[in-house]
């Protein structure tokens, strides 16, 4: 263990503080964090920890989320300026103009959202959960904000609602190209592609399997391929490599790689616990009203 590694080690238990790190941060951040998983599942496990203080090793809308689920906790940020550009990218007065165009409107909103365009929503949704929810709901008109691509992937499933789109994606998913896929099968044939739904449709087409970050770790775990192309950011490589020693993983082609889950660093993590530096607020109001969509997504996930 390094002496960067033993110095959170003790600060942790200092501070009574838990590390809930995303799959998408380096690998020497994942190797200190408590908790591993998508940011929905983080959320989770943060209302589950009897910790004061949660380090949130993710971007912005991550920390805001386990935030509106535990308020009574110290939510701290390594890195203030990570923050996710797709999380912003729905446009409110448009959702306002859909609603008086549609009465029956059902706005859904990927939990990979800010806490102020969750307020504007009726339901939340995550990428593993979304078709599930988007079935349930009485609507038959439905906004979904902020991604594309998950949107489309979604309503392809729910053929017999209407759906709308909105102009939002995710950057490291939309840049991976069918090209690119269709090469790294040719270079590896026996290997099976997964992908996540954030991904462009001609991409999802060439897909052995669709899923959501830790569905892509279940499937390459569970299945008996012995090596697969993996078609979303490739922070996931270290937990795939981890629960997969003896099983080989290739890019989709593209880079893939998120620059502001890439900003947590060890250093910034000591920072934080030493100072309390970072931390994440959101006005009883905001809390209020982004939490409602929340409560619904959990109502009807049942």
């Known amino acids: 263990m390094s002496d ?56 912005s809308f991550m920390g805001e989320s386990a935030k509106i689920l535990n308020p009574e906790k110290t939510v701290l940020m390594p890195d203030e300026t990570a923050d996710c550009p ?111 739904p954030e991904c462009r449709p001609d991409v999802l087409a060439l897909a052995d399997f669709i899923g959501s970050t830790s569905e892509i770790i279940d499937y390459a775990s569970s299945d008996e391929s012995k090596e697969f192309i993996i078609g979303t950011e490739l922070g996931v490589l270290y937990e795939l490599k981890k629960q997969n020693p003896d099983k080989s993983f290739y890019s989709a082609g593209s880079a893939q790689c998120c620059p502001n889950m890439k900003k947590i660093s060890l250093e910034k993590i000591i920072h934080v616990l030493e100072t309390g530096d970072h931390e994440m607020h959101v006005t009883d109001e905001l809390r209020s009203q982004a939490n409602r969509p929340l409560e619904r997504m959990l109502e009807l996930a049942q």
């Open 86 to 196: 797709m999380a912003h990218m729905a446009d409110t007065e448009r959702i306002d103009a859909l609603r008086k165009e549609y009465p029956d409107l059902a706005v859904v909103c990927y939990i990979n959202s800010t806490a102020a365009l969750k307020c504007h929503a009726d339901v939340c949704v995550t990428s593993s959960n979304a078709v599930r929810i988007v079935k349930a709901l009485p609507n038959q008109h439905i906004f979904f904000i902020p991604d594309e691509n998950l949107g489309r992937f979604v309503a392809e499933q729910v053929p017999d609602k209407h759906f709308i789109f909105n102009d939002g994606f995710c950057h490291v998913h939309a840049a991976i190209q069918s090209e690119q896929v269709m090469a790294a099968k040719k270079a590896h044939p026996a290997a099976p592609f997964l992908v996540h």
């Open 4 to 59: 960067l590694q033993n110095r959170i080690k003790q600060l942790k238990q200092e501070k009574n503080a838990v590390i809930l790190a995303h799959y998408y941060v380096h690998d020497e951040v994942q190797e200190v964090a408590d908790y591993i998983g998508d940011s929905y599942y983080l959320s989770k496990v943060a209302t589950k920890t009897d910790a004061d203080i949660i380090v949130f090793c993710g971007v």
